[in-house]
């Protein structure tokens, strides 16, 4: 698939607040949900198109423009720290249907030779996918790609294709890229930045930390 990068500056931005380690709690979390809300503004912007419809003013009949395709989207929450997110997603989509799976990383087991992560998928709920929809499976980190690759495999094995199937992440490591679009190579992935690379935890750099311990606690 496509790899590609967000490329709002409001979203450069954010993610710049959201990196520096004196942003707390209530500014992280908030910060997470503006970005959301500028990666929903891109992916309108950049996959989504317009067509004309008539309106009528409360003055007279003129030509509106219309968003195709918003009854059409699936937003995937990744728990936990998709969360906040996904909340900003929704505004760009309010009428999108949600699915959520727990998903992670067993940190205790660590990083295998092949730098993946064992991941433990404990919940699933998902609504149904049709071929007409854009599918964002958002978690804001996208490191070993093990998190991500476990939770396409889920969806494709369980659904039927979507239109479009998208990761959104804030900050991706290029080894998570590489992984995603090898494994899954009808899937597009979109982050706000991709970083440097990953340290001896599989942890991303520079990166923002653990976003969902700084997002909620
Ligand atoms: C983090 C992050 C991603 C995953 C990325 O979650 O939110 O889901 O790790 O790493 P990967 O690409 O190497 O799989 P974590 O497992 O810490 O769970 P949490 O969101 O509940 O904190």
Same mark, same amino acid.
């Given at each position: 698939?496509?790899?590609?990068?967000?490329?709002?500056?409001?979203?450069?931005?954010?993610?710049?607040?959201?990196? +520096?380690?004196? &942003?707390?709690?209530?500014?992280?979390?908030?910060?997470?949900?503006?970005?959301?809300?500028?990666?929903?503004?891109?992916?309108?912007?950049?996959?989504?198109?317009?067509?004309?419809?008539?309106?009528?003013?409360?003055?007279?009949?003129?030509?509106?423009?219309?968003?195709?395709?918003? %009854? +059409?989207?699936?937003?995937?929450?990744?728990?936990? #720290?998709?969360?906040?997110?996904?909340?900003?997603?929704?505004?760009?989509?309010?009428?999108?249907?949600?699915?959520?799976?727990?998903?992670?990383? +067993?940190?205790?087991?660590?990083?295998?030779?092949?730098?993946?992560?064992?991941?433990?998928?404990?919940?699933?709920?998902?609504?149904?996918?049709?071929?007409?929809?854009?599918?964002?499976?958002? %978690?804001?980190?996208? #490191?070993?790609?093990?998190?991500?690759?476990?939770?396409?495999?889920?969806?494709?094995?369980?659904?039927?294709?979507?239109?479009?199937?998208?990761?959104?992440?804030?900050?991706?490591?290029?080894?998570?890229?590489?992984?995603?679009?090898?494994?899954?190579?009808?899937? %597009?992935?979109? &982050?706000? #930045?991709?970083?440097?690379?990953?340290? %001896? +935890?599989?942890?991303?750099?520079?990166?923002?930390?653990? #976003?969902?311990?700084?997002?909620?606690?």
């Amino acid at each position: 698939g496509d790899a590609s990068v967000v490329t709002h500056a409001l979203a450069k931005d954010e993610l710049s607040k959201l990196r +520096d380690v004196g &942003t707390e709690q209530v500014a992280f979390r908030k910060g997470l949900v503006r970005l959301g809300r500028l990666c929903g503004y891109e992916i309108v912007d950049g996959r989504m198109e317009t067509e004309y419809v008539e309106i009528e003013t409360p003055l007279t009949t003129t030509m509106g423009e219309r968003v195709k395709g918003l %009854d +059409d989207v699936v937003i995937v929450n990744v728990l936990r #720290a998709a969360t906040p997110f996904v909340e900003g997603l929704l505004k760009a989509f309010p009428r999108a249907r949600q699915g959520v799976i727990s998903a992670s990383r +067993d940190e205790a087991a660590g990083m295998d030779e092949d730098g993946e992560f064992p991941i433990s998928i404990d919940y699933v709920k998902l609504p149904e996918i049709r071929p007409e929809d854009t599918v964002i499976v958002a %978690d804001p980190m996208l #490191a070993t790609g093990s998190t991500m690759c476990a939770v396409l495999e889920h969806i494709t094995t369980s659904q039927t294709d979507p239109e479009t199937l998208l990761t959104l992440s804030a900050v991706a490591a290029p080894p998570g890229i590489v992984r995603v679009s090898s494994a899954f190579p009808d899937v %597009d992935v979109l &982050t706000v #930045a991709i970083d440097e690379k990953l340290d %001896d +935890d599989g942890f991303i750099v520079p990166g923002l930390g653990d #976003a969902g311990d700084r997002a909620f606690r």
